[in-house]
């Protein structure tokens, strides 16, 4: 239940910033880069916030230019940006969650070789990263209390010889995040960002990374 208050939160805040991106469905884009992890009273959190999230969340907003939705992509592009969360539901209801250094020592990022990175330090992220990432976190605590006060962001580094960010969700590929003793596995390209297929049967409207229909089991178009 509070994973489905988290998503309805989330999407309310965003529509703080401004109106989805129509071709995107937002509650199935948010399910894709947001995963949970519940055992018992225990949730954890690997929240991956890619780049293309600030045109769909602002570009249909009259208030946020364009030149300032690329300022922001151009700040993030060369990270990958992680929100985690480690949190434990007392039986009176309460809430106490792993502070950022708890998180900082257990998280870390497998790319599809098998490579693992370890967070940024402060002085490794660009002040405007720093800057933009530092005004979300008010905005979390406003919206879910003591929840949002646990989630911590972190920045990762995985790029080509060129500064090129290796993950891409447009792109082909994979990567883990680990932390608190789970592991969040995203697999590449985002589906909400592919154009969707259809089966050639019903013309019933599927996933644009499924290659076949579940009901017919044919390939889809």
């Known amino acids: 239940m509070k994973v489905i208050i988290f998503n309805l939160l989330f999407i309310s805040c965003i529509s703080v910033f401004g109106q989805v991106n129509s ?24 929240f991956w916030i890619p780049n293309s999230y600030w ?3 602002l570009s249909n907003n009259d208030q946020v230019p364009p030149e300032t939705i690329k300022q922001i992509e151009n700040a993030f592009e060369n990270y990958v940006f992680i929100c985690a969360l480690d949190v434990l539901i007392n039986s ?3 809430m106490t969650c792993a502070d950022e250094s708890e998180l900082r020592n257990t998280i870390s990022l497998v790319d599809n070789n098998g490579k693992i990175y370890l967070p940024l330090s402060d002085d490794q992220i660009s002040p405007m990263a720093k800057t933009l990432s530092s005004g979300i976190k008010p905005m979390f605590v406003q919206m879910l209390g ?10 990762f580094e995985v790029n080509d010889s060129n500064n090129k960010n290796l ?3 447009y792109e082909k590929g994979e ?4 932390h608190s003793n789970k592991e969040f596995k995203y697999i590449l390209p985002l589906a909400t960002l592919l154009p969707p297929k259809f089966c050639p049967v019903d013309k019933e409207q599927m996933k644009g990374n499924w290659n076949y229909c579940p009901i017919h089991g044919v390939k889809l178009k």
Do not use: P
Request: charged letters at 25%; hydrophobic letters at 40%; a neutral charge.
């Open 23 to 46: 071709d995107v469905n937002l509650f199935e884009y948010i399910k894709e880069i947001q995963k949970w992890d519940k055992t018992g009273n225990k949730m954890a959190l690997t």
């Open 55 to 57: 045109s769909i969340a």
């Open 92 to 94: 009176d209801g309460t």
């Open 146 to 155: 003591q929840m949002g006060k646990g989630m911590y962001f972190y920045f």
């Open 167 to 169: 993950i891409n969700e």
């Open 175 to 178: 990567f883990t995040i680990k």
